[in-house]
C-alpha cells in the first residue's frame, strides 16, 4: 500500500517554541492531506483538511494562527505548532488521499509533542 | 452531521474467544465504511473496509458487513489471538465531505493467554 512518513515521532521543546511536523506521501501524489489530533485513551479529532497549493481549511475549534499549516507540494505536508504550551501536547497524526475512489486514507507514525 | 458511535472498552477475551465490537453510524449521504487499528505504540493502520451497502470487508481474520438497513459495521472475528490486543476505530468517509475520515472514540482489545 501507498506509504506515508511523518517527522519527527517525537519532539520534545519548551513553553512558547515552535514545533515543525512534516507528513510526507513517499510514493504518491496526495492532493489532499488530513491533520488528526490524539488524546490519551481518545479517539482521533480532525484538526484540519491541508489542499496542494491553497489555504487548509480547519474544523470548528481549532486555532488557524496556532496551528499553521502548508501543503507546499503534492508529497508534502506540514503542521507548525505555533507558541507550543503544555496543553499542546499531544500525539499529531497525518493522513493522505490518492483520490477518492477508495476513500482510504494512509497514515503517519503519528509525532508525540511534549511540552514542557 | 456525520458520526460514528462504538462501544465502549475496554474489552478483555481470553485466547480463542470470538470477538464482536459495536460500530453503528449516522450519514446523509453513501459513506465508505472502515475499520482502523492501533498496535501499542504504532501508528493506525487499515484493517478493512466497505464501499457500499451489503459489501463485506474481511483481512486477517477479522470480518465486517456494511448494513444499510441497521446503519452498521460491527467487527467480527472468530477466534481472537493475543496479538490481536490493540485499539479498533470504526470509521467512515463521505464523498460529500472530501473524504476526511469520522472516526468512533475507539475500542480497546486485550486478550490474555
Known amino acids: 500500500g501507498a506509504v506515508v512518513s511523518q517527522h519527527p515521532s517525537r519532539v520534545i521543546c519548551k513553553s512558547g517554541t515552535s514545533v515543525k511536523i512534516e507528513c510526507r506521501s513517499l510514493?504518491?501524489?496526495?492532493?489532499?492531506m488530513f491533520w488528526y489530533r490524539q488524546f490519551p485513551k481518545k479517539s482521533l479529532m480532525l484538526m484540519a483538511t491541508?489542499?496542494?497549493?491553497?489555504?487548509?481549511?480547519?474544523e470548528q475549534g481549532v486555532e488557524k494562527d496556532k496551528f499553521l499549516i502548508n501543503h507546499a507540494s503534492l508529497t508534502l505536508s506540514t503542521l507548525t505548532v505555533t507558541s507550543a504550551h503544555p496543553e499542546d501536547s499531544s500525539f499529531y497524526i497525518c493522513s493522505a488521499t490518492q483520490g477518492w475512489d477508495t476513500g482510504e486514507l494512509f497514515f503517519g507514525e503519528g509525532s508525540r509533542l511534549t511540552v514542557l | 452531521g456525520n458520526s460514528v458511535t462504538q462501544m465502549e472498552g475496554p474489552v478483555t477475551l481470553s485466547e480463542e474467544a470470538f470477538l464482536t465490537i459495536n460500530c453503528t453510524y449516522t450519514a446523509t449521504g453513501y459513506p465508505s465504511l472502515f475499520w482502523y487499528v492501533q498496535y501499542p505504540g504504532e501508528g493506525l493502520q487499515l484493517l478493512l473496509k466497505a464501499t457500499k451497502a451489503d459489501d463485506k470487508g474481511s483481512n486477517k481474520g477479522f470480518e465486517a458487513t456494511y448494513r444499510k438497513e441497521t446503519t452498521s459495521f460491527h467487527l467480527e472475528k472468530g477466534s481472537v489471538q493475543v496479538s490481536d490486543s490493540a485499539v479498533y476505530f470504526c470509521a467512515l468517509s463521505d464523498r460529500n465531505q472530501g473524504g476526511k475520515l469520522i472516526f468512533g472514540q475507539g475500542t480497546e482489545l486485550s486478550v490474555k493467554p
Open positions: 491541508s489542499n496542494e497549493g491553497s489555504k487548509a481549511t480547519y
Open positions: 510514493d504518491f501524489q496526495a492532493t489532499t
